[in-house]
C-alpha cells in the first residue's frame, strides 16, 4: 500500500510521456518487507509491484488522467506469472511494462521483471476497465482516446488461448 501511495504521489515526475504500446520502465528495489520465509521476494509482492507498474504505465501515457476524468478504473480480470529467478534483498529491478493488445472485452499487458538484461520473472495481465457504475469500458472507447496508439493487430495466440481458458473456467465457476 505504502508503495502505491507513493507512486500515486509522484505520477507528475515519471518523465516524458510515452505511446501506448511503447514498453515503458518502473524501477523498484526489494525491501525487508518484502520477503519470505526462503529470503526471496514473496509471491504476493510480484503482483503489487505489477499493479504499481501498470499505474506507472497509464500516468506516463496520459492513459490514468483520462480514466479518472471519466470515473474508469483498471481492474484485473486475470494474470499468469513464470518465475525464472528470485529477486532477493537488497536487489534493485525494473519492471517493463507493455500493452500487447486488446480483444473485445479487454486490455493485455505483459510485464517482465528483470535486472540489467536478466529476466526474472514474466507476467500476462488482462485488465478490464470498468465506469462510475460497474459497466464494462470497451477497448474500442479506450482506443478512442487522446494519445497515440501503437498497437499490434492482434494479441498474440499464446495469449488469446490464455484468455479464452480463463474466461471458460469462470464461466464454468459461475454455472456451479
Known sequence: MIMMLRWVFRMR???K???VGDPL????RV???DLDILLHMTNGRYLSVLDAARI???ARTGLWRQFRARGWSPVV???TITYRRS???PRSYRVRTRLIGTDTKNLYFEQVFHIRDVEYATAVVSVRLTDRNGASVTPAQILDLDGTFVLPDHIPSAVSDWSE???HHNAEKEDQ
Not at 25 to 28: G, I, V
Open 13 to 15: 515526475a515519471f518523465g
Open 17 to 19: 510521456a510515452a505511446r
Open 87 to 89: 529477486l532477493t534483498f
Open 31 to 33: 525491501l525487508p518487507v
Open 56 to 58: 506507472s504505465y497509464y
Open 25 to 28: 520502465e518502473s524501477r523498484f
Open 77 to 79: 480480470t486475470a494474470q
Open 165 to 167: 481458458f480463463s474466461r
